[in-house]
Each structure stands twice: as C-alpha cells, then as structure tokens.
C-alpha cells in the first residue's frame, strides 16, 4: 500500500461516518464512481460491506485506520481533482481470487483481462499435444504487475512461468506479488523487451500469454484522464496503429514456442480483423480464433503454432 509505513491512526465510528458522507457527496460533485468511497474503507479501515452498507460502525468508539483520517483526505482529494485512480491509492486491487499490489510503476490489472487465464486453460485443454501443454514452460511477456503470471501459475500447477517486463519497478512489484501469494517458486522475473531474454528456451515454451501495449498512439490523449494521467505510458502506447507490439510478437513467437504452443493475447475493440489477418498472412500459425470479452467486445485472439515451422 501506498501508505504502508504510515503508523496506523484510531478514529471514532462518528468520525468516519462523517468523512464518509462527505467523501460521497464530493465524488456524485466530481463524477467520480461513490462505489470508490466504500471500497477504499475497506481497505484502509478494514470494514466490510455489511458494516457501511448498514452504517453500523457509525456508533463504534474506536476504528483502526491505516494512516490518519487527514492523510486519507488529501488522497481522496487527489482522487478527485487529479484524476488519481483509486487502485494506487490504496495500492492494491482486486484480480481473480488475488490481491495484487499496484502503483504508478504498473498498468492496473483490468477484469476483462482475467479471461486470459480461462482462455489458456481451455487452449491448453483442447490441444492434442502430448506431453500436454499445462506443463512445461509458459511466457507471460509485458508482465507489469504479475497479474497474468500469478494466474498462469494457480491455473497450471505444474507448469513453470517466465515473467518478462522492461521496467525494473514494473519487475519489482510483479517479485512482490509473487513473493505476498506464495507463487515464487513457480515463476521466474526477467528484465528485457519481450522473448529477449528467454532465447535459452528458444522453441520449448507450451505457450504465450501477453496484454501488450496496444492503444494507438494518437488516441491517447482521449483516454480517461485516470489512464492518460497516470497509468505507464509504455504499458499502453502501442505506436501509430496500435499493432506495433503485436506484430512484434505474431512475427517472432513461432521461434520460441514448441510445435502446436499457445499464442494469446489481448487486443482493442476493432483490432480483431487485421490481428487476424496477421496471424494468418504470418503462416506459421493453426486454429486462429478471436473471442469476445464479458462485454461482447472482440478481445482476445488465440492461435497454435505449426508442427513444421
């Protein structure tokens, strides 16, 4: 958390029952989503829903905070006056069945990319390779927070994760996560641009899991200024089209995959077509598929390698 070293403070329920309404009214003030006031306290105050739903603690005597009632203030301040996305300032977010931490150094983990994780278990399921492909070496290539290794190691046991990411803060969070769940063992962090720094594994990878930078570079300063303001650039610049990374990676993962491996990525809303095409027009790839998100966006596109590449 952001405010981890901070010496946790006691206020009165009345207090932050008080706050709490104000904090309400300044975010419906702002535009600002009044679900953020409540999931914070819960994570600042350790509250539960039931207890602000019903108000209940309003007449408690006595509640830890995190940091003091005033700190609080001037971050949800911040929050509303500065675009700071409520993720970073409790320093965590929800992913999956984890807690991730988050902070300005990474690209906050969205729900819609949890159906990667599905997406490669049933990839990995519906192969016919043998050995089978939930084992063996697995890639998550632009790792940021973790989030896509952390799920790639719960959902594949038996498999061992290779988390890659340019940045050394984007590294550093993504070793902490790993290290807060107890998911060390069975992922390995390096530092580089894409497969670069796995070419010791050249051709042995069961597949390839990637989110990349895939925003088109003119349209970013259209993006909410939540992302545009403080989300890592490098996390969402995907050059003039938006396809620059992922042709980076149709064009070079075969190399690095094994024979019917698992290429999968996340892409934007009207990118299926030409990603599609790409895979195609590449020829080293079989079963192309697209799939939508929960929201019947075309999201995902998923391919297998040839035998004889």
């Known amino acids: 958390m952001k405010f981890k070293n901070t010496q946790p403070k006691a206020v009165s329920g009345l207090e932050l029952w008080q706050w709490r309404q104000n904090a309400i009214q300044a975010a419906i003030a702002h535009d600002v989503p009044v679900a953020e006031v409540d999931w914070l ?40 006056c500065d675009r700071f996305p409520v993720q970073y300032i409790a320093g965590v977010t929800p992913w999956r069945q984890f807690k991730i931490a988050v902070s300005s150094a990474v690209l906050i983990p969205r729900p819609e990319t949890e159906c990667l994780i ?16 939930q084992q063996g070496h697995w890639a998550d290539l632009g790792t940021g927070s973790g989030a896509i290794a952390l799920g790639l190691a719960h959902v594949f046991p ?25 998911l060390s063992e069975r992922i390995q962090f390096y530092q580089g641009s894409w497969w670069q720094p796995l070419t010791h594994l050249k051709g042995q990878f069961s597949g390839m899991v990637s989110n990349p930078p895939y ?8 993006l909410q200024p939540e992302v545009m303001l403080h ?4 996390a969402l610049d995907g ?37 599609q095409e790409l895979l195609q ?4 790839y079989y079963n192309i598929q697209i799939h939508s998100d929960l929201e019947g966006i075309e999201r995902f596109a998923v391919a297998y390698v040839n035998a004889n590449y």
Request: net charge negative; with cysteine; proline share 6%.
């Open 41 to 80: 306290l819960q994570e600042v105050a350790s509250l539960d829903r039931l207890a602000l739903r019903l108000e209940s603690f309003k007449n408690w005597p006595q509640i830890q905070l995190e940091l003091p009632l005033a700190d609080l203030e001037l971050l949800w301040q911040r929050r509303l």
């Open 231 to 234: 989300e890592p650039h490098l």
């Open 118 to 133: 599905d997406l490669a278990v049933a990839a990995a399921n519906d192969s016919q390779i043998t050995p089978a492909l």
């Open 215 to 222: 925003i088109p570079t003119s349209t970013l300063p259209t």
């Open 281 to 284: 027009n590449q020829g080293s």
């Open 239 to 275: 050059g003039a089209d938006g396809l620059d990374c992922i042709r980076h990676l149709i064009e070079i993962s075969p190399s690095y995959l094994r024979p019917g491996g698992v290429w999968l990525i996340e892409m934007m809303a009207g990118q299926a077509k030409i990603v």
């Open 158 to 182: 038996k498999a061992t994760i290779h988390a890659v990411d340019y940045s050394l803060d984007a590294l550093a969070i993504a070793t902490a996560n790993a290290e807060n769940l107890g």
